[in-house]
């Protein structure tokens, strides 16, 4: 009796068949059986030509080799098979086994698994489906069908993967290679909870974002249940951390008692100084005076520079120590004493010393500001704000500023007449932390 084959090229030897030959054919079948159980072929799908065309898959009786005798194939090549049509690949009758078969084509084109003949069921990746599938031919004479498991879907193939439970990753990286984003998206009222000691947003020194979708709040709240605990956000560089609302949004933080407040940002900040916490210099002086408008109305405690030569006052500051020791402006308010529309010119300059300094010092360069009077006597006026005032000496932290206010009377541009009662004066200067710790 001669020797028969099994679907996928399995020599069943008849007794007393291929004497001396029972090693070299043991053997072969043995790597046929290896093979089918894990190894691994590319099958090109350009053989027949290019377009569309069928790809016929044989057994190879007694013979190493064959694609349908192979546990793991790919279709197309290791770096994708560029095809111009359809394909189909057509597997013989009576082959019951399973594979893991993987599209590797490039195009926007089918392929399709069936078997040689039969009204079996077929297996067809979609146009722009280049994943792995798990499949089934069940071998039966007549309806020969093949049957995709579904189990070795690629999560990068599935538009809406599920789990049933957790996700574990081992320790390992979730990582989007194609640069696009990675959305965790609860459904409905669901929350997504992050349940580690520390949560590492961002990598490789690029700016890390988190975004609300349409109008919904991002929301950080370490209250759950009756769990409380701080929410801390920390650069551990030495780094800025940085608050951006949108727009004309305003940064704000809110206190157990839902007191909510706007959240101090290092920028421009004032200094009022009133009339009354000026002097007069004991050189060319101004004249400190309080002067009622109507009984038991407000009194105006001024400082009264007249319009006949400079007058001078004076204040001193310790500076903030959030201030950045750099140069201030300032606005003058005062009121006029007559209904002259002329032109007051004030100036101020200013000198800083600290510890152990002489306040013997020359103050520095002076910087005028000009505003007109107002017409009408006892009115509120504001000049406008001035331009940068360098603080002589060499300003730094703890220290004090002298300034010196006066009016420049005798300059040709002064030409208001009459008496200019100074209210106070606003100083503007920039931080650069914040806070004075």
Do not use: H
Not at 81 to 108: C, D, H, M, R, W
């Amino acid at each position: 009796m001669a020797s028969s084959y099994t679907p996928l090229g399995v020599e069943l030897m008849a007794t007393g068949e291929n004497a001396g030959t029972w090693g070299t054919k043991t053997n072969t079948n043995l790597q046929i059986i290896e093979q089918i159980s894990g190894g691994y072929k590319v099958q090109t799908l350009n053989g027949g030509g290019s377009g569309a065309n069928t790809t016929t898959l044989t057994e190879s009786d007694g013979a190493t080799g064959a694609t349908v005798a192979t546990r793991v194939i790919i279709l197309g090549a290791v770096s994708p098979e560029a095809i111009t049509g359809n394909k189909i690949v057509t597997f013989p009758v009576l082959t019951e086994n399973f594979y893991l078969i993987k599209n590797s084509t490039s195009g926007a084109y089918t392929v399709q698994l069936k078997a040689a003949s039969g009204s079996g069921s077929t297996v067809t990746w979609s146009t722009t489906d280049k994943g792995w599938k798990i499949v089934y031919f069940d071998g039966v004479t007549t309806n020969t069908g093949v049957v995709d498991v579904g189990v070795m879907t690629e999560l990068s193939q599935d538009t809406s993967p599920q789990l049933g439970g957790d996700l574990d990753v081992n320790g390992q990286d979730i990582v989007s290679t194609s640069n696009a984003d990675i959305d965790i998206i609860p459904n409905g009222t669901g929350d997504v909870n992050l349940g580690a000691d520390t949560v590492q947003v961002g990598d490789n020194n690029a700016d890390a974002t988190i975004t609300t979708q349409g109008t919904g709040d991002l929301i950080l709240n370490t209250n759950n249940g009756s769990n409380s605990g701080n929410i801390t956000i920390a650069d551990g560089a030495n780094g800025d951390i940085t608050i951006t609302p949108d727009g004309t949004g305003v940064a704000k933080a809110v206190d157990g008692s839902d007191a909510t407040g706007a959240i101090k940002i290092a920028g421009k900040e004032t200094i009022w100084v009133p009339a009354v916490a000026m002097y007069p210099s004991t050189t060319n002086p101004a004249t400190a005076n309080q002067v009622e408008t109507t009984a038991l109305r407000p009194d105006m405690k001024v400082m009264d520079f007249a319009d006949s030569a400079d007058d001078f006052a004076q204040f001193a500051v310790a500076m903030p120590k959030s201030w950045n020791l750099g140069t201030v402006t300032y606005q003058v308010f005062w009121t006029p004493s007559t209904t002259n529309t002329g032109n007051c010119i004030f100036g101020l300059q200013g000198v800083a010393m600290g510890d152990g300094d002489t306040i013997d010092a020359v103050f520095g360069t002076a910087v005028t500001v000009t505003d007109a009077g107002i017409g009408t006597v006892e009115d509120q006026q504001v000049s406008a704000e001035s331009g940068a005032v360098t603080i002589a000496g060499s300003p730094a932290d703890d220290q004090q500023c002298y300034f010196q206010l006066y009016r420049d009377a005798d300059a040709g541009g002064d030409t208001y007449t009459g008496v200019a009662r100074v209210l106070g004066i606003k100083i503007f200067y920039t931080t650069d932390a914040a806070n004075d710790a």
